[in-house]
């Protein structure tokens, strides 16, 4: 199925702002890539879907403990996150775009949700749709994993950054690539199951201070 990608900018939609982009003919990919406003954006082929990106340093993940009853379908399921996340959140929560993870179920249990500026979100889904190029999910960047511990260097245009998912990461954890920040590291039980994965452009430093050899992945593979 025809993919199209959009990473969504951390600024606000405005109609000189460029996109990156990839576009995928079997979801696994890139075919095509580039940054260009919206009206510049490829469209999907008949049948695929546009794709939106949520940036990981404009989204937070939050683990909770939902009521039994209140599940993803559930009328109250705006206010009851409300209420367990106003202690947890920077900003006032009506204000924030709020979403479940796939899991959630009416049973109850803990279940992590995302949040992240509802404006910001909003703006950026309409300059598409303007555009003629209709979002059909919105995904995050980065995301809670059950599986092995995962350590991701991306380049960052101020200070190369350091995501870490999978076990012991308690949800994504976003740290400066820097010695010192390396102490807050999660640490397995088997080093050899730990999975790293690099930018190109800080995978040497990623090796210099990780001691160990990286897997390359580009923004475009990740996405």
């Given at each position: 199925?025809?993919?199209?990608?959009?990473?969504?900018?951390?600024?606000?939609?405005?109609?000189?702002?460029?996109?990156?982009?990839?576009?995928?003919?079997?979801?696994?990919?890139?075919?095509?890539?580039?940054?260009?406003?919206?009206?510049?954006?490829?469209?999907?082929?008949?049948?695929?879907?546009?794709?939106?990106?949520?940036?990981?340093?404009?989204?937070?993940?939050?683990?909770?403990?939902?009521?039994?009853?209140?599940?993803?379908?559930?009328?109250?399921?705006?206010?009851?996150?409300?209420?367990?996340?106003?202690?947890?959140?920077?900003?006032?929560?009506?204000q924030m775009h709020l979403a479940l993870a796939p899991a959630a179920s009416a049973s109850g249990g803990p279940i992590w949700v995302a949040a992240c500026d509802k404006a910001w979100l909003r703006s950026h889904l309409l300059a598409l749709e303007a555009a003629g190029r209709r979002v059909a999910r919105v995904v995050p960047e980065f995301?809670?994993?059950?599986?092995?511990?995962?350590?991701?260097?991306?380049?960052?245009?101020?200070?190369?950054?350091?995501?870490?998912?999978?076990?012991?990461?308690?949800?994504?954890?976003?740290?400066?690539?820097?010695?010192?920040?390396?102490?807050?590291?999660?640490?397995?039980?088997?080093?050899?199951?730990?999975?790293?994965?690099?930018?190109?452009?800080?995978?040497?430093?990623?090796?210099?201070?990780?001691?160990?050899?990286?897997?390359?992945?580009?923004?475009?593979?990740?996405?």
């Amino acid at each position: 199925m025809n993919t199209l990608v959009v990473y969504l900018p951390p600024t606000e939609a405005e109609t000189t702002l460029a996109y990156d982009y990839a576009l995928s003919a079997d979801g696994r990919t890139a075919s095509d890539h580039a940054s260009v406003p919206p009206s510049l954006l490829p469209a999907a082929a008949r049948g695929g879907e546009v794709v939106a990106v949520v940036p990981v340093t404009l989204l937070s993940w939050h683990s909770v403990d939902l009521p039994k009853g209140i599940g993803a379908g559930s009328a109250r399921l705006r206010s009851v996150l409300e209420g367990l996340l106003e202690d947890r959140l920077l900003d006032d929560a009506a204000q924030m775009h709020l979403a479940l993870a796939p899991a959630a179920s009416a049973s109850g249990g803990p279940i992590w949700v995302a949040a992240c500026d509802k404006a910001w979100l909003r703006s950026h889904l309409l300059a598409l749709e303007a555009a003629g190029r209709r979002v059909a999910r919105v995904v995050p960047e980065f995301a809670p994993d059950i599986g092995p511990l995962r350590l991701h260097a991306i380049s960052d245009a101020n200070l190369p950054q350091l995501v870490v998912t999978g076990a012991g990461a308690e949800g994504v954890m976003r740290l400066p690539l820097t010695p010192a920040a390396l102490a807050l590291v999660p640490t397995a039980a088997d080093a050899e199951n730990i999975l790293i994965f690099a930018e190109p452009a800080v995978a040497e430093l990623a090796e210099q201070l990780l001691q160990r050899k990286v897997a390359l992945a580009t923004r475009l593979q990740r996405w």
